[in-house]
């Protein structure tokens, strides 16, 4: 008899710690039979601090304003884009003006709609672009400006379109064909003027937000886009031997490169070669793979100097480590297998099989490491945990739409609890990058993912950003009618 008090205790005492959390509720009634097909786009207003959600279902598009303290501040509804332009990659922001930029599903024509927050009017305007040959790379939203970037198809020559406000501000063209023409690979020679190349993107380059617990399904890219500190860096791992990185300063749009070496293995011509790299905190980490062991570097970006160097061979232990050898699936729900590896070379063979992925997160003194790798190619969504031929690979969704919007926050969340790789842990001092014993503590991705799984709230209206040092979910109650922001750390 004695145990109901303490359990209902310890009940109230979860709900309280939940409730704690609570940054904002408010009322909002949405159309239930849409909720598969909405999705949900944050814009944080970097000079006033104002928060925008904008709900977008498959003809409205709802938006919500709060204050800097999450007070609500206005509301106002307007019609989506009708027609081809059904894809959303971008905004910029002037005053009370939010321009949410729209794209076609071949990503070669763009259009704006204008909101007015304050007065509650919007307009549409096509932007007098067409990427005819050209291909979209990817788009950046930074400091209230849109960053385009494109390359001509067959070349190494990219272009950065700048947009504030509606209008194009800045078209910079760079030719990297010097830098990258050994990443290339053979192109298509068109037969006439008239041979238009395809629109399909041949060049994948993924948009990376490094303040992010990311998973290896995304951080396994070849070639990423990270922007930080105004500036636009790209980094390419095309040769297995060294990392290219191409840096765009966003004041002058003038660039410099670098190559910086992988680590040394054991060299043969027969066997495979994996390598991968990932930036976080002004420090260029790198992995490189093959059947004789595994590398793991750490370079620093500002002085371009070697900090730390970690390397194993086949038949030695991972030392390094802080968790176990581990091949899992988690498929949100759907299916959750894991298996525990028992030797260094069972993993080095896993993961020469698939493509290999760093990610890198600040906690506390400490750095969290996840090194590993995936099954199949991370552009294709069908991604499977390696070894594990023939399960069922669930898509990873970020609302109805699947990543119809550019959320990289809640994109980097979906992958996360969704993911399906081969990996261990690593922790390492945050000063030094010595070897730090212990086990990780739960990041903001492992709360909020145990959180959503107590409450009963449509995936679609969801949605996760970042602001300052912690992350902010946003959901809607169905029962009560309400959208909630909670803050996680």
Not at 34 to 51: E, F, H, M, N, T
Not at 130 to 139: A, F, G, Q, T, V
Not at 306 to 321: A, H, N
């Amino acid at each position: 008899m004695k145990k109901y008090p303490i359990f209902f205790l310890l009940l109230l005492l979860t709900v309280n710690s939940y409730s704690q959390d609570i940054l904002m509720e408010q009322d909002i009634c949405l159309r239930s039979y849409l909720s598969d097909r909405r999705d949900v786009y944050p814009v944080l207003d970097d000079l006033s601090g104002k928060i925008a959600l904008f709900l977008l279902d498959n003809d409205t598009i709802n938006a919500l304003t709060y204050s800097k303290n999450y007070e609500p501040l206005n509301s106002c509804k307007c019609p989506r884009p009708n027609g081809k332009f059904k894809i959303l990659i971008g905004n910029t922001v002037v005053q009370n003006e939010c321009n949410l930029f729209f794209t076609n599903k071949r990503k070669t024509e763009f259009l704006v709609k204008t909101i007015d927050l304050n007065n509650n009017t919007s307009k549409e305007y096509k932007i007098p672009l067409k990427l005819n040959r050209e291909e979209y790379l990817e788009s950046v939203s930074y400091k209230n400006k849109l960053y385009i970037l494109s390359r001509i198809y067959y070349s190494s020559i990219y272009k950065l379109r700048v947009f504030e406000g509606c209008e194009p501000a800045v078209c910079i063209e760079h030719d990297f064909t010097k830098i990258l023409s050994a990443n290339s690979k053979p192109d298509r020679i068109a037969d006439d003027l008239y041979d238009t190349p395809s629109a399909t993107t041949t060049t994948n380059i993924k948009r990376i937000e490094c303040s992010n617990p990311n998973s290896l399904d995304i951080t396994s890219e070849e070639n990423k886009l990270y922007c930080y500190d105004d500036k636009i860096v790209l980094s390419f791992d095309g040769e297995k031997d060294k990392t290219t990185l191409i840096t765009i300063d966003l004041n002058n749009y003038t660039y410099t490169s670098k190559n910086f070496k992988q680590g040394e293995l054991e060299k043969t011509n027969k066997l495979a070669t994996l390598s991968n790299s990932y930036i976080h905190g002004n420090k260029l980490y790198q992995l490189i793979v093959n059947k004789t062991g595994l590398c793991f570097t750490v370079h620093s970006l500002k002085t371009d100097s070697l900090l730390k160097t970690y390397s194993v061979k086949s038949e030695e232990e991972i030392y390094f480590r802080n968790s176990a050898l581990l091949q899992k699936i988690d498929g949100n729900g759907f299916s959750t297998s894991e298996r525990e590896l028992d030797k260094t070379k069972q993993v080095l063979r896993k993961l020469l099989t698939g493509y290999l992925g760093i990610s890198v997160y600040e906690t506390g003194n400490n750095l969290e490491v996840l090194l590993g790798g995936i099954k199949e190619s991370p552009s294709t969504g069908s991604l499977i945990a390696m070894g594990l031929v023939g399960t069922v690979a669930v898509p990873l969704v970020s609302g109805g739409a699947y990543y119809a919007v550019p959320n990289y926050t809640m994109n980097s969340y979906s992958s996360y609890a969704n993911s399906r790789s081969v990996y261990f842990k690593c922790l390492f001092d945050k000063q030094n990058l010595e070897h730090v014993t212990g086990n990780s503590s739960p990041n903001p991705f492992d709360k909020i993912k145990e959180f959503v799984g107590t409450i009963k709230t449509p995936q679609s209206t969801q949605t996760i950003f970042k602001v300052n040092d912690y992350f902010v979910l946003g959901y809607y109650s169905s029962n009560e009618k309400k959208y909630y922001l909670r803050r996680f750390e």
